[in-house]
T-cell receptor, first 115, second 113 residues
């Protein structure tokens, strides 16, 4: 099993460009998450999804969009890239049942630089 | 909203030294607590977690953490570190049965051989 995969590993964007960060999982988990990691700041939740067709905002959603058409995939879209979006982006998954928190499993990350 | 503080941003130790990394959280209710580790060039991996029961939890690679509810703390310990423990360590918290993790800022540990 590949677990959680993310593409690309690295990307440099110009201000105003758009791109989609891909995240795929083969663990059949219902929950998926997008985080960004800034130096010294830990990880902050951007968006999350509780299942196909259902998404919700996290702590820092501005400038991003998501969709979840299948259980396996959870792409993150940047429409107008800004230097403030320079960060490392992590996708994560968990299998969550009602009333119970479970471990989140992380992908390898995408390092994005906006110049 | 909950928050997590990791007071040590950088720690340098020699091999065989003992390790304790601090983690304090702010939240008034019952919580679930996690420690994740990120080795150089790798993704985050779970070290250990506390959901309920014995407040002293043991994780992988000889790590353990103690949940002290009265102090809102979940410090990570290892009696004897190895060079391979060089990594960044993150504490995280979620309200009991919650799904949104709040992470601390991380502690970079360097172990000198």
């Amino acid at each position: 099993n590949a677990g959680v995969t993310q593409t690309p590993k690295f990307r440099i964007l110009k201000i105003g460009q758009s791109m989609t960060l891909q995240c795929a999982q083969d663990m059949n988990h219902n929950y998926m998450y997008w985080y960004r990691q800034d130096p010294g700041m830990g990880l902050k939740l951007i968006y999350y999804s509780v299942g196909a067709g259902i998404t919700d905002k996290g702590e820092v959603p501005n400038g991003y969009n998501v969709s979840r058409s299948t259980t396996e995939d959870f792409p993150l879209r940047l429409e107008l890239a800004a230097p403030s979006q320079t960060s490392v982006y992590f996708c994560a998954t968990s299998q969550r049942t009602s009333g119970y928190t479970d471990t989140q499993y992380f992908g390898p990350g995408t390092r994005l630089t906006v110049l | 909203a909950q928050s997590v503080s990791q007071h040590n941003h950088h720690v340098i130790l020699s091999e065989a030294a003992s390790l304790e990394l601090g983690c304090n959280y702010s939240y008034g209710g019952t919580v679930n607590l996690f420690w994740y580790v990120q080795y150089p060039g790798q993704h985050l991996q779970l070290l250990l977690k506390y959901f309920s029961g014995d407040p002293l939890v043991k994780g992988i690679k000889g790590f353990e953490a103690e949940f002290i509810k009265s102090k809102f703390s979940f410090n990570l310990r290892k009696p004897s570190v190895q060079w391979s423990d060089t990594a960044e360590y993150f504490c995280a918290v979620t309200p009991y049965a919650g799904n949104m993790l709040t992470f601390g800022g991380g502690t970079r540990l360097m172990v000198k051989p």
